[in-house]
T-cell receptor, first 113, second 113 residues
Framework: SQQGEEDPQALSIQEGENATMNCSYK?????LQWYRQNSGRGLVHLIL?????REKHSGRLRVTLDTSKKSSSLLITASRAADTASYFC?????????????FGAGTTVTVRA | DGGITQSPKYLFRKEGQNVTLSCEQN?????MYWYRQDPGQGLRLIYY???????QKGDIAEGYSVSREKKESFPLTVTSAQKNPTAFYLC????????????FGPGTRLTVT
């Protein structure tokens, strides 16, 4: 079963607006990662936030983490057409002698010109 | 120019044939991963390798096989035993364990008819 689940499944916004998507997870984590996937392409790592961090910024991206609620949010400010993509959260889940990265189903963001 | 390459981008096969997908990285990463992505879904882990000559089954390994004879290379064979092989296949690597961010290749879209 998936560890992380994104909400909403899809989001359509006007260029220049902000886009917010959320991720909820089930078990304790040591970090949470956000990835972007343009249609038909591989995933690109955006931000990694550690469990002892509450907020992290990278350019127009802002990620928050609330470990008490087991949730994270990704905010894209001043969106552009190039931000049109699917966004996935991922968390390391413990296996027998390692971790696996568990991905949610993603939020599809469409930025209208 | 560092990164992960996957070839080919598109692959077509007849049912009953085995097919091998290539994945090469020059990032000097120890860990490599194969994922499968179906339309509108997140990524599911097929196999992963933490070190040369060692690999572990992921969540959906049935019908797939891998090898890791060189640090740079982690080919995936989709065998005729895989009941529903048509999908988008993504290869990734990370420094060592899955707790670190992963770098993805561009993907191979396999269609079996």
């Amino acid at each position: 079963s998936q560890q992380g689940e994104e909400d909403p499944q899809a989001l359509s916004i006007q260029e220049g607006e902000n886009a917010t998507m959320n991720c909820s997870y089930k078990t304790s984590i040591n970090n949470l990662q956000w990835y972007r996937q343009n249609s038909g392409r591989g995933l690109v790592h955006l931000i990694l936030i550690r469990s002892n961090e509450r907020e992290k910024h990278s350019g127009r991206l802002r990620v928050t983490l609330d470990t008490s609620k087991k949730s994270s949010s990704l905010l894209i400010t001043a969106s552009r057409a190039a931000d049109t993509a699917s966004y996935f959260c991922a968390t390391p889940v413990a296996r027998s002698n390692d971790y696996k990265l568990s991905f949610g189903a993603g939020t599809t963001v469409t930025v209208r010109a | 120019d560092g990164g992960i390459t996957q070839s080919p981008k598109y692959l077509f096969r007849k049912e009953g044939q085995n097919v091998t997908l290539s994945c090469e990285q020059n990032l000097n990463h120890d860990a490599m991963y194969w994922y499968r992505q179906d339309p509108g879904q997140g990524l599911r882990l097929i196999y992963y390798s933490q070190i040369v000559n060692d690999f572990q089954k992921g969540d959906i390994a049935e019908g797939y096989s891998v090898s890791r004879e060189k640090k740079e290379s982690f080919p995936l064979t989709v065998t005729s035993a895989q009941k529903n092989p048509t999908a988008f296949y993504l290869c990734a690597s990370s420094i060592n364990t899955a707790t670190y961010e992963q770098y993805f290749g561009p993907g191979t879209r396999l269609t079996v008819t």
